[in-house]
Structures are given as C-alpha cells and as structure tokens.
C-alpha cells in the first residue's frame, strides 16, 4: 500500500450508513483513501442478526469483535467468536454469521479493497432523526448481482 498522505480519523468523523443487511456501518477507511488496499468498517448490529451464506471472490473478510459475540459458519463448519476475537474468511469461501444474544459490534476488514461498490449500492446515508432501514435481502441480492463483488450462495444456515 502506498498513501501520499497519512489518514487519521476518529469515530465520530466515520461515515455512517443504514446496511440493508442489518445494522449499522462507520466506514473508517474507503478504499481510495489507502491507494485501494482495503476497505476497514465498524459495523454494529442487533441481537439475531444474520447473513446469507456468501463469499468474496476477490477479497479476504476479517472479522475484530470488539463487543458481543457471534456464530460464524465457514464453509460449513461453526465457530463461535466472542470479544477480543478475531475470524479470517479467505476470498472465494462461503460462510455466514448470526449476532448472538447481546449483538455485535465488529471491525470487518476488506482485503484488498473493491467491495466497497456492494457496500454503498447495499446501504444507505444515517439521516439524523430518521429510523434504521429495515433488512431487506432483495436489495442485497441486488447490490451483489450490480457489482459483482459479493456473492450470495444460500439463505442464511442458521
């Protein structure tokens, strides 16, 4: 990676956006910003949230819980990940994660970057006072057919 500049930013400078997978996005480094190496976001979501079985195929998805816990599939196999824990889900790989009982707050690193494009097509600005988007899978599943950066393989394993 290769910045001519350096990018310090706190949390409350992010930018915010309602996922329509569920829960809550502060982008703390696009892509562009670090010469497209990687895309880093919090993500914090309610208790039962879940994905459909997906993958990457041209990125590896980290995951930092930072609170909460989760239930990660991976290629068929369940781990369960708590706080402090850290999950690396190499590109191509199918898996899928459910928010436990208390949910989540995560940092999903992207690497390298270019899922950035699904993320934005999947999501949309906080506007204050406005209520979270519902989750509405449709607009998932068109977000990865658009752009090609994500692929959905089954309904949620769960």
């Known amino acids: 990676m290769t910045?001519?500049?350096c990018l310090v930013r706190n949390a409350e400078d992010?930018?915010?956006?309602?996922?329509?997978?569920?829960?809550?996005?502060s982008w703390l480094?696009?892509?562009?910003?670090?010469?497209?190496?990687?895309?880093?976001?919090e993500d914090t979501v309610d208790p039962g949230k879940r994905t459909p079985l997906h993958?990457?195929?041209?990125?590896?998805?980290t995951f930092y819980l930072l609170a909460g816990s989760m239930l990660l599939h991976v290629d068929g196999v369940e781990h369960?990940?708590?706080?402090?824990?850290?999950?690396?889900?190499p590109r191509g790989v199918p898996h899928a994660f459910m928010a436990q009982d208390?949910?989540?707050?995560?940092?999903?690193?992207?690497?390298p970057g270019g899922g950035e494009s699904f993320y934005r097509t999947a999501s949309e600005p906080v506007v204050t006072g406005e209520p979270a988007l519902p989750v509405d899978f449709d607009r998932i599943r068109q977000a990865a057919?658009?752009?090609?950066?994500?692929?959905i393989v089954g309904p949620p394993p769960f």
């Open 3 to 5: 910045t001519s500049t």
């Open 14 to 25: 992010a930018e915010k956006r309602w996922f329509y997978g569920g829960g809550l996005h």
């Open 29 to 41: 480094v696009r892509e562009h910003e670090v010469g497209d190496g990687f895309l880093l976001f």
């Open 55 to 61: 993958a990457h195929p041209d990125a590896d998805e």
């Open 80 to 89: 369960q990940v708590r706080t402090g824990g850290v999950a690396v889900v």
């Open 102 to 111: 208390h949910g989540a707050r995560m940092l999903c690193l992207h690497t």
């Open 145 to 151: 057919a658009a752009t090609g950066t994500m692929t």
